[in-house]
């Protein structure tokens, strides 16, 4: 939910893009459909949001599968403002100065959770680094406010890398979250056009760190296919977070938000999904989405009690 009435003009919303040239969207392909969103549920979804004056990645990110998870009562909310010190350039959230953190936000957070009667919620955020620690003290605040108000929903939350900050990521870690997430975005290659103020490995460090600090806590991570990348990349990719421990991988197509942002290089077909499913199931993943309209929280709930299972069937197996 948009607060700053600003940001709805492109101009301001991103700043920093305003000196790309504009790059022809293009057809989508016919796999490649979203509901609109429709129904007595969206509206409730969208009453509470609004009540309680909390942002949506759903929204912000103008998330193509908002109607059918609003539909079932699943939101992503997303802490710390809508306004993101990072400029990437695949992401439509607005970018630029944030306000400062709102100290009652997490407690809103725990009540719309508990409103909303959710079996499973997702946190993200916005990249925060002004603040010295990234923001993780809030973090750990929402968590606990949710744990608070909805004690038997579980939590799963997406943060970003902290700039790197071992205590920083410590601290959210102890916090215990059911499951942490961390997007790669894309291969190693592409960081310095599409995730120029990231570093590969730093992320891929964070997620290492999550699994030192609490084997237990699932760990999981997403890329985006579309930008330029090889499947051979995508692989190593895999190898690399396997490598770290990751429980849980998702895949989806990148789709350009605005002409301002990085061109869609090519649209994966459903049948290189199935593709890059098999692949990630062989390399040892528990648990797999890949297809073109997969993000990092759809369906998160349902996959979460398969993610359970898998690590249940799994350590049968060991026994």
């Not at 499951?179 to 120029?196: A, M, S």
């Not at 994966?268 to 692949?279: A, G, H, I, Q, Y």
Request: aromatic share 8%; with cysteine.
């Amino acid at each position: 939910m948009t607060y700053n009435q600003d940001l709805l003009i492109r101009e301001k919303r991103h700043p920093e893009k305003q000196k790309n040239p504009d790059r022809p969207m293009g057809k989508k392909p016919a796999w490649i459909r979203a509901k609109a969103p429709v129904g007595d549920t969206y509206k409730e979804t969208k009453s509470i949001v609004s009540d309680m004056k909390l942002t949506t990645v759903c929204e912000e990110a103008g998330c193509p599968n908002i109607g059918e998870c609003w539909e079932k009562k699943h939101a992503t909310f997303m802490i710390m403002g809508e306004i993101c010190t990072r400029a990437c350039s695949f992401c439509n959230v607005a970018t630029g100065k944030p306000d400062e953190l709102d100290k009652y936000e997490p407690l809103r957070v725990g009540v719309a959770v508990e409103k909303m009667g959710l079996d499973h919620v997702v946190i993200t955020a916005v990249d925060r680094d002004d603040l010295a620690d990234g923001g993780a003290r809030h973090w750990v605040k929402t968590i606990e406010a949710i744990r608070f108000k909805a004690p038997e929903t579980t939590v799963e939350i997406l943060p970003g890398d902290f700039k790197g900050d071992m205590a920083a990521i410590d601290e959210v870690a102890e916090a215990k979250p059911d499951v942490f997430n961390h997007n790669l975005e894309t291969v190693p290659r592409l960081y310095p056009t599409i995730r120029p103020g990231a570093r590969f490995f730093r992320s891929l460090r964070l997620l290492e760190r999550v699994k030192d600090i609490d084997p237990n806590i699932f760990t999981k991570s997403g890329l985006m296919v579309g930008l330029g990348e090889t499947k051979e990349e995508i692989g190593q990719v895999m190898d690399d977070l396997r490598a770290a421990k990751v429980d849980f991988i998702t895949i989806g197509q990148y789709l350009q938000p605005t002409p301002k942002h990085a061109p869609v290089d090519r649209f994966w077909t459903p049948e290189e999904f199935k593709s890059l499913e098999k692949m990630a199931r062989a390399k040892g993943f528990l648990m797999v989405s890949a297809t073109p309209l997969t993000r990092s929280s759809y369906h998160a709930g349902d996959d979460f009690k398969r993610l359970r299972e898998a690590r249940l069937k799994q350590l049968n197996k060991l026994g």
